[in-house]
């Protein structure tokens, strides 16, 4: 216990507590920014399992925020290569990298391997599709967000409403750090929540951060936070699935034109603009929605379910 000495003598963590951290196993989506201080903050707390899953490779453009990689990481695995650094940093605990991406197809397995879950990919498919899995599953997530200056950090499911309680329509802005950028500290300050509330769940702490959401300003270096423990979950939804679980009969329509997408998202898709598809025959079919990031999708299914008939499903071409 000597490497924990500062935590265990905590009444908040002691003995008990830190079994508990030696015990579990937590599912981390993204190595990016976000994951730059969860993981390494996750690893020296002794938390017993990490599975880190990430498709990506490090990148010369995003080390001003994913401080967790060096300039001779750039080509590798990101995940890979975080998991070389929580290894280096505790042999004691296991670290597992998964080079693949997070998809409504995989999501259910890779969830239920979990006591908790990490949403650090900042993808809205992703978000989504993990929110719906733990919320099926009864497990805990602990889902962030940044952009520019600002960002958020929250306690999911688990027992609270799930991140659809919170942002139950389509996002706004399609923005993203690749187009409107973002500050390395901002990252590492909610990427730093992110990992507190991580381990709050995992020792147990009152009041849970679990129905918690936190809102952080980087301009002004302040944050504000607001409960939604009562918060109900809509009625309905538009899930997000993969293009392997689409079925013969499904009309599947991908939203994005030829200069967009060479080609279609699945062999039978079929490129139509909302406008048509208002007055197509197949209402009572399932409608699959496709596009890049899966926005544009879910906007399209919003204008389109007070004239559709059948189930509308979202498919993201890129989910993290």
């Known amino acids: 216990m000597s490497r924990y000495a500062r935590q265990v003598i905590l009444p908040e963590v002691g003995v008990e507590g830190q079994n508990r951290l ?164 901002v990252v590492a300050m909610i990427g730093a929540m992110q990992g507190q509330m991580a381990l709050g769940v995992i020792l147990g702490l009152d009041p849970s951060p679990l129905g918690q959401m936190v809102q952080v300003d980087g301009r002004t270096c302040t944050s504000s936070g607001f409960r939604f423990d009562t918060a109900p979950d809509p009625d309905r939804h538009f899930p997000f699935v993969a293009p392997s679980q689409l079925a013969a009969d499904d009309l599947i329509v991908d939203l994005r034109s030829v200069d967009e997408a060479v080609q279609p998202i699945h062999p039978d898709a079929r490129r139509m603009t909302v406008e048509a598809l208002r007055t197509d025959p197949n209402k009572g079919k399932t409608l699959a929605l496709c596009c890049a990031t899966g926005l544009r999708a879910w906007r399209a299914a919003e204008e389109l379910h007070p004239h559709w008939r059948g189930r509308i499903v979202l498919v993201a071409a890129a989910t993290s």
């Open 22 to 185: 030696a015990r579990a196993r937590v599912l981390v989506v993204g190595a990016g920014g976000l994951a730059a201080p969860v993981l390494p903050l996750l690893a020296g707390a002794g938390v017993g399992r990490l599975t880190i899953v990430d498709p990506d490779t490090v990148d010369l453009s995003n080390l001003h925020r994913q401080t967790l990689f060096a300039e001779a990481d750039c080509g590798r695995p990101k995940a890979e290569a975080a998991t070389e650094r929580c290894r280096a940093l505790n042999s004691e605990i296991t670290v597992e990298a998964q080079n693949q991406t997070l998809t409504p197809a995989n999501a259910a397995d890779l969830v239920a391997e979990a006591d908790l879950v990490l949403d650090c990919a900042d993808s809205y498919a992703a978000s989504y599709t993990l929110s719906d899995t733990c919320l099926a599953q009864g497990k805990p997530l602990i889902s962030a967000s940044v952009l520019g200056l600002s960002g958020y950090v929250g306690g999911f499911c688990g027992g609270a409403p799930s991140l659809r309680a919170v942002f139950p329509d389509a996002p706004d802005s399609g923005a993203s750090c690749a187009t409107s950028g973002v500050l390395g500290p």
